[in-house]
């Protein structure tokens, strides 16, 4: 006969239950019907109505308690009655449980024995006991180790463990008990949370100060506790060693046992020794179930599902865009062409005006004026844009007799053609920046879906460590989430909602991340709720000056500047100069600054951002041409990139001189196609950019003169420097202002 390992399994399972009958039955020191329940609460789970009912009598056996066979064996067969029917039904008993267990025992009541009070009274007890049975095996052998346990479930184990310890105390002896609750501290200790440890030391003490009357060891088992959770950080191993030492140090330094003797030494030493043996890798598997310990998984898979989720749209819809701006930019045009110009306008001229002449058939005769005669009338006109008589041929201009006729009706049909034209450049520059745009759409997507597509790594040691040391500094966040790595690490809580100093709580969250973190992100949840979040600071940071004056006689100034933060560690620096001065000037140079903060925002690349701002521009029916400086600094790298688009030369003030950012470009909206060149640098703490408008360096007679004046002024505060700046220029045009003058001075330097 050959056992599987299902078989195996199951005969040590109903050995196992065979032990717990025994023990029960030893609660008070002989057989009792505590060992009933756990039948009852056993069917209740379908356990064999024939081995285990076998297991519950034949466990009355070892107290030679013969006179209870019979009592005994009426509450198995009410039960085998009772749980046939409702699995027939397929159903289970509820509430109504303890009336079956309560009356099966009434064989024991009345059979063995005078005292019907007592039994009465532990028969109560029993049926109850029959209800903390049926939860506690629910806990243990159906919820498992995989949900936290509610109150009243652990209320329950803890009356099942005192029973249980009883049981153990009759049958094999307070030694014994002892051994058993050592193993359980440690295991304790070792898995479950902190304080946790000092409850079950708590609960498995109860069961030798009911069995002895002695509330010692109520205090001995907290100190086995307290000592095992000192070393246990360490080192399971001397955990096991610190408690055995602690029970030494409590019989020979304080008189709390009643006796000891070598027997209770060692099983105690065998208890140390049994959690020693215990392979780490299933106490780790078994910490890793616990749903104290485990980590909030569906929370976190959720996020990763949704990531992924979002990531598969944001690709499938990049796509979409890339094949949109595709088509956008296959789409061709069909223009006339001016040999086909030329033929159509001398057949309308022929229709329009010579057909209806009187002298119509006459010239048709001689031939005059020709076909090709016409022709060379309307290359003439398409050239020069209109003619006049002297661009007449001779046939034309001599033998005519409508000859202004059919210069007003050419003219006029140059001027549709024109418009025409026109009209289809502009169609072709509308789609090939709709085109642009698509496909620049298409890009921020699919880097969008790239991002997040990678898995949010959770942190779940360090929220315990920010937990912790965010509370020692008075900030106690009800929820807290921390993930990423590195520089790329993010925390988000729920907090209080309440006045709170920003720096002391970003410097407690950076020193328990071990990086400088700063708030990104801050929204009210509730009214008394705020949400928080907070991402690694940049190692540098920047701070800024603007001084500007409008053109004498004008109410308003054609420069218009922004500084702008374009991601967590980016910032745009921009000056536009609209062409001219007043308030059209103004509102053609906001428009342009407007336009490229919103595409940077979006996160579009420069070169594709002021490609098609300048063909916005150069459609435009009048002149709005705008010289545009830009500048793009990294303050995680501090690498800058400058962009010029007719805008004077620009300066980067450094320890060691002065370096001068030139550009040459022509201004925005000149050229249909203009392609911005991005110059890029390295720079350095403490280095100051200086931008300004071609009113302030038309004040100055060259570049070296500004340099020599630069290099007179403390270039430390930004808005000093812009403010000299503006004043020196100002006095070299003797107090007048030719053009709108603006200078931005930025200093980047060393967070810390």
Not at 201 to 222: C, E, I, K, M
Request: overall charge negative; glycine content about 6%.
């Amino acid at each position: 006969m050959n056992f599987r390992k299902a078989d195996w399994k199951s005969v040590i399972e109903y050995l196992c239950y065979f032990g717990a009958f025994t023990l029960l039955n030893a609660v008070t020191g002989t057989a009792t019907p505590f060992s009933a329940a756990l039948l009852a609460a056993l069917l209740h789970f379908g356990k064999s109505v024939v081995i285990a009912p076998t297991l519950f009598l034949v466990s009355f056996l070892p107290y030679g308690a013969f006179d209870l066979l019979l009592p005994a064996a009426i509450p198995a067969a009410v039960y085998i009655v009772v749980f046939l029917i409702y699995r027939h039904f397929d159903a289970l008993p509820k509430g109504e449980l303890i009336l079956y267990v309560l009356f099966s025992f009434t064989g024991y009541v009345l059979i063995g024995g005078d005292d019907y009070l007592f039994k009465i009274i532990l028969s109560v007890i029993a049926a109850a006991f029959s209800v903390v049975c049926v939860i506690t095996l629910k806990l243990l052998f159906v919820k498992g180790l995989k949900y936290k346990p509610s109150y009243d479930e652990l209320i329950c184990l803890g009356i099942f463990t005192l029973f249980f310890g009883l049981g153990v105390t009759h049958a094999l002896g307070e030694a014994a008990w002892r051994m058993v609750s050592a193993v359980l501290i440690l295991l304790a200790v070792y898995l479950l949370k902190e304080g946790a440890g000092g409850m079950v030391s708590a609960v498995l003490a109860l069961s030798l100060t009911v069995a002895t009357g002695d509330l010692s060891y109520v205090g001995v088992f907290l100190i086995w506790c307290l000592a095992a959770a000192c070393v246990m950080p360490f080192s399971r191993y001397l955990a096991a060693v610190a408690l055995l030492l602690s029970d030494l140090v409590i019989f020979f330094a304080f008189p709390l046992y009643a006796h000891y003797g070598y027997l209770e030494m060692i099983l105690l030493m065998v208890g140390c020794l049994l959690f020693a043996l215990i392979p780490s890798k299933w106490l780790e598997k078994v910490k890793e179930q616990l749903s104290a310990f485990r980590e909030k998984q569906l929370v976190r898979q959720t996020i990763n599902r949704n990531r992924s989720m979002l990531s598969n749209r944001l690709y499938e819809i990049s796509t979409v865009f890339l094949e949109m701006g595709n088509i956008f930019n296959s789409f061709q045009r069909h223009v006339m062409s001016e040999e086909k110009a030329r033929a159509h306008i001398s057949e309308r001229i022929d229709a329009e005006i010579c057909r209806s002449c009187e002298n119509y058939k006459r010239c048709r005769q001689k031939r005059a004026p020709s076909p090709a005669a016409l022709e060379k009338l309307a290359e003439i006109g398409i050239a020069k844009g209109r003619v006049s008589f002297i661009d007449l041929p001779k046939e034309i201009s001599e033998q005519c007799i409508h000859a202004n006729n059919l210069i007003f009706f050419l003219n006029k049909q140059l001027a549709e053609y024109r418009s025409y034209i026109l009209e289809s450049m502009n169609m072709d520059v509308g789609r090939q920046m709709i085109g642009a745009q698509a496909i620049g759409i298409s890009e921020i997507l699919k880097g969008l879906a790239v991002e997040t597509a990678q898995t949010l790594k959770m942190q779940s040691k360090l929220e315990k460590a920010l937990s912790a040391a965010l509370a020692q500094k008075g900030f106690f966040p009800s929820e807290l989430l921390v993930y990423g790595e590195g520089e790329h690490t993010e925390v988000s809580m729920i907090l209080p909602n309440r006045e709170f100093a920003l720096k002391p709580f970003c410097d407690a969250v950076g020193e328990a991340v071990g990086t400088d973190m700063t708030v990104s992100e801050k929204a009210n949840v509730t009214e008394d709720k705020i949400f928080v979040t907070l991402r690694h600071a940049p190692r540098y940071d920047a701070v800024f000056g603007i001084a500007h004056a409008a053109k004498d006689g004008s109410s308003a100034s054609g420069d218009t500047h922004s500084v702008l933060r374009i991601g967590p560690n980016r910032f745009l620096v921009a000056l536009s100069d609209g062409m001219g001065s007043g308030e059209y000037a103004e509102s053609v140079s906001g428009a342009t600054l407007a336009l490229i903060e919103s595409f940077y925002r979006a996160g579009m690349s420069g070169e594709l951002i002021l490609g098609t701002v300048n063909k916005v521009l150069s459609i435009n029916t009048e002149d709005s041409f705008t010289a545009l400086d830009i500048g793009v600094v990294d303050l995680t790298s501090l690498r800058a990139d400058f962009i010029k688009f007719g805008a004077p030369y620009g300066f980067i003030i450094t320890e060691d001189g002065i370096r001068i950012v030139e550009g040459n470009s022509l201004p925005l909206g000149i050229l249909e196609d203009l392609k911005p060149e991005i110059h890029s640098t390295d720079l350095a703490p403490n280095n100051m950019l200086v931008f300004f408008s071609d009113g302030i360096s038309d004040a100055y007679r060259s570049s070296s003169e500004m340099i020599d004046f630069l290099r007179t002024l403390p270039a430390k505060n930004p808005q000093n420097l812009a403010d000299e700046i503006l004043s020196h220029a100002i006095a070299l045009e003797n107090g007048a202002k030719k053009d709108d003058m603006t200078v931005l001075c930025v200093r980047v330097f060393a967070r810390r």
